[in-house]
T-cell receptor, first 115, second 117 residues
Framework: DAGVIQSPRHEVTEMGQEVTLRCKPI?????LFWYRQTMMRGLELLIYFNNNVPIDDSGMPEDRFSAKMPNASFSTLKIQPSEPRDSAVYFC?????????????FGEGSWLTVV | AQKITQTQPGMFVQEKEAVTLDCTYD???????LFWYKQPSSGEMIFLIY??????QNATEGRYSLNFQKARKSANLVISASQLGDSAMYFCAMSHNSGGSNYKLTFGKGTLLTVNP
């Protein structure tokens, strides 16, 4: 079975440019998460969707960040305009909420460098 | 608020020996889940093992076992017969839980495990 698929794996962009990260969750999963990992802050939740609806976006840093989930098999995280402090690894994760003991699976991450 | 504490920034173990990675947690929720993830140098987050707060038995997955002590609020990961490929960062995480279903993870800072030949 295919896991959580993220693209791009690596991106280097210039400050001020728009960045779009993409995620395909595991088929059949109804919950999707975007996490960010940095050396300073560790792993932190940015936003959580359930059944394509954003439930908790309290971790989104500021208005430059936006996330969408137009359907059950696709989500995007957009940064516009990007800044050097946005450099991090961005993980997408998915799960089947509604089942007891549901496991949360992560993608391989998107490594973003803003110069 | 939930909190996960991993007190060992780094651990060393000889190949083929067992190692225990510590994790303590704090929560006021009666229902929660505990996860361990492995992050090798390549960067991906690999799910290892899960323990629900109401599970009576400790979880096991191959060479991985979770030593769950609810009263002490600890969820230590035990890796038996260490292999060189086990060298990685290991994260303990706790989920918020609603209706028995996990939906949001709080992570510890991780333990870097090095397996020596």
């Amino acid at each position: 079975d295919a896991g959580v698929i993220q693209s791009p794996r690596h991106e280097v962009t210039e400050m001020g440019q728009e960045v779009t990260l993409r995620c395909k969750p595991i088929s059949g999963h109804n919950s999707l998460f975007w996490y960010r990992q940095t050396m300073m802050r560790g792993l932190e939740l940015l936003i959580y969707f359930n059944n394509n609806v954003p439930i908790d976006d309290s971790g989104m840093p500021e208005d430059r960040f936006s996330a969408k989930m137009p359907n059950a098999s696709f989500s995007t995280l957009k940064i516009q305009p990007s800044e050097p402090r946005d450099s991090a690894v961005y993980f997408c994760a998915s799960s089947l909420r509604g089942t007891s003991g549901n496991t949360i699976y992560f993608g391989e991450g998107s490594w973003l460098t803003v110069v | 608020a939930q909190k996960i504490t991993q007190t060992q920034p780094g651990m060393f173990v000889q190949e083929k020996e067992a190692v225990t990675l510590d994790c303590t947690y704090d929560t006021s929720d009666p229902s929660y889940g505990l996860f361990w993830y492995k992050q090798p140098s390549s960067g991906e987050m690999i799910f290892l093992i899960y323990q629900g707060s109401y599970d009576q038995q400790n979880a096991t997955e191959g060479r991985y076992s979770l030593n769950f002590q609810k009263a002490r609020k600890s969820a230590n990961l035990v890796i038996s017969a260490s292999q060189l490929g086990d060298s990685a960062m290991y994260f303990c995480a706790m989920s918020h839980n609603s209706g028995g279903s996990n939906y949001k993870l709080t992570f510890g800072k991780g333990t870097l495990l090095t397996v020596n030949p």
